[in-house]
């Protein structure tokens, strides 16, 4: 029997932070021997806020570099870049054309970003549909996403229907969005009441996966604690030390309660100390093939399997929906 399609997409702006790998990437390990999965990189959505172009190149070729580090296996995965297929703007325009002002006004994530700003990109509006029409040319079933892109696998699941019972065929699958359980939320360490995020502006506050040992150390150190002095799992009155013991557990397979037990009589100097090392750990060998990666031609030849692999998907879906719609000569 062959496999369900799942899709997803991480956008390069920035490099990946420990939360990121233990709430993103990680998980992708996974998928890649369950689904068949295809996995790009959404360059068109970044240029939605103002890029400075030759980072933007860099970042992407980081992010494809970071995922093969980790053991995504080009052999298994479509990985390709949004912007090298030109199918995906095509048929975001179509389903432009088939989405509302109304319902595209209510996206949270447009009302987040675009509340602080007085010049916002019309692309930062109408983004939504581009999000649907990478998902929707594939046919995908499945699309994991952090919960803030919930709203939008929905949208792309209503537009789907609406256009399916338009022109009166399942001319698209409806996709799920995979969000994952309560699982480990990484806390920024210079304020544990907010998540550990790549886009921060204080470079103390996330750890990142290319971060060599010394800052990670460093930045462990002055991880923001409490004045209590003793070692207990509470997130509410205690966020900080509860963070640190929730980042020993995921990354060293412990449950909670046995690394609770472990650390029992330390200090937090101690406790500090260990995540550093267990994170300094999982992350070398990731690090020594991310410096591999990116000097090598691997990169660019799973880049063009990718792209010629799924330009051919894309552009027989695009062809069909053209035609349905009633565009150019049938
Ligand atoms: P940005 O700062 O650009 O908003 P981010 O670091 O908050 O980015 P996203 O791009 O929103 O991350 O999410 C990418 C993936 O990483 C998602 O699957 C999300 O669930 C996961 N993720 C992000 N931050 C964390 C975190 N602190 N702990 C666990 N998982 C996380
Ligand atoms: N909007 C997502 C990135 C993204 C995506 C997608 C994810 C663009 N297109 C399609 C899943 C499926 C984000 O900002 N994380």
Redesign the pocket.
Known sequence: MSKERLLTG??P??AL?I??Y???VKRLLKYQDEYDTFLFVPDMHAITVTQEPALLHKRIKELVAIYLAVGIDPKKVHLYIQSENLYHANLSWILECHSYFGEMSRMHQFKEKSKNHENFTCGLFTYPALMAADILLYDAKYVP??A?QKQHVELARNIADRFNSRYGKEYFVKPEPVI?EVG????DLQDPSK?????TDNPKASVFMTDDEKSIRKKFASAVTDSDGKISFDEENKPGVSNLLTLYSVFTGLKIDEVVAKFQGSGYGDLKNEVANVVIDTMKPIQDKYKYYLESTEIDEALDEGREFTNKIAKEKYEIIRNVVGLGRN
């Open positions: 991480l956008q702006s920035g932070t939360g990121n233990i709430g993103g996403t952090g803030d994952p480990a939320r990484i806390r998540k550990m995020s790549k886009s």
